[in-house]
């Protein structure tokens, strides 16, 4: 069975180059217009500098700032306000999720708990979603 292709712009933001990496590329392969930031500062610069992101996939635990900071500096600036904002991590805290979404996540998912091609799935249905909304 092959994955429809879909587009749409996206924007990527971990601080592990592989995970960027091959997301990037998952991304890209189904035709995705994909930029990549190891850090909320590039991920924000990004989107300061105009790229006009349908999705932003982030990290909640990177470096000096982490994915909640992220949240709060794009809702501070009005970045990406239609944009599916989804938390991409490793914490299964509930707690966690519940301040994620707080902050304007539309979806939480866990790093172990989802393959790549499911999670390109779940973005494109949720944009799907949207653009008929």
């Known amino acids: 069975m092959t994955e429809p292709q879909v587009s749409g712009k996206v924007l990527f933001i971990d601080d592990d180059k592989f995970l960027v990496e091959m997301y990037s590329m998952k991304f890209h392969s189904l035709g995705y217009d994909v930029q990549t930031a190891l850090s909320v500062d590039d991920g ?3 989107l300061r500098g105009g790229f006009p992101a349908d999705a932003v996939l982030f990290d909640i ?5 982490d994915g909640f900071a992220f949240l709060a500096e794009l809702s ?3 970045l990406a306000k239609a944009a599916l904002k989804v938390a991409f991590t490793n914490q299964s805290d509930d707690m966690e999720r519940q301040k994620a979404v707080e902050l304007g996540a539309d979806l939480y ?3 172990a708990s989802v393959i790549p091609s499911e999670v390109v799935n779940i973005v494109a249905e949720a944009l799907s979603h949207r653009s008929k909304a």
Do not use: D, P, Y
């Open 61 to 65: 635990a990177m470096g000096a700032k």
């Open 44 to 46: 924000l610069a990004i």
């Open 109 to 111: 998912l866990i790093k």
């Open 76 to 78: 501070k600036e009005g």
